[in-house]
């Protein structure tokens, strides 16, 4: 069965002008690879969160992150035998954040150890200003998932994706959640944007599907032709 039609976005929000944000609880499945989309927006270049707390599981371990300007996304991972529930608390020690949104997913079926690691393959990270986002995912095989989460400073979806994208509207008071995600076998993901010229970042990952991976047409041996006299 594909990651993507069992993955289920369990908890999304924002929040604004704080030194720590608290989600909703979350309740996440056995052994599911949990991953934690964080965008975050400061004047001291996309303040990281110092620690990442809850949610019923033991620890959140940070995937990749990448940051534009005054915007961060960043990418954490957690899995366990055994989750209790919660809520998660994004916290920023003494710096005060112009606003951040997140996002939860939980994952089924992904593969099990080391917290999630093993879970996650290739990663990937870019920056751009404008209109076009590149984040290359290269080394994957089918029945594996790609998974790519944005930042953007401005109210606009893309236009090629309905990636989960989420997107710092400025002023604060105007966060916006976007549309859904999405994974495609493709090369690299060329996200576009209907106009302007603000910062973007963008973080992408594999993610291995314990079931293994499905043979694609490379797997299958050339058919031999017969010779015509």
Known sequence: MSLESTMTRIEADAGASATSFVTASISPAANSLILLCVNSSNTNGGTAPTSITGGGMTTWDLVATAANRDNRVSIYRAQQASPGSGTITIDYGATTMTAINWAVYDIPGAIVGNNGAAAIGQTATNTASGVELSVALTTY????????????????????????????QWPASALSLA???????????????????????????????????????????????????
């Not at 594996?144 to 989960?164: D, K, L």
């Not at 603000?198 to 993610?207: D, E, M, N, S």
């Not at 291995?208 to 043979?215: L, R, T």
């Open 141 to 168: 095989e089918p029945n594996e998932m790609e998974f790519v989460s944005t930042i953007r400073e401005a109210n606009e979806s893309p236009t090629n994706y309905p990636f989960y994208t989420l997107q710092r």
């Open 179 to 229: 549309n859904d995600m999405t994974s495609m076998f493709k090369a690299s993901f060329l996200i576009t944007w209907p106009s302007g010229t603000p910062p973007i970042a963008g973080v992408g990952l594999v993610v291995k599907n314990a079931s293994g991976v499905q043979p694609s047409f490379r797997d299958f041996p050339k058919p031999k032709l017969k010779e015509v006299a």
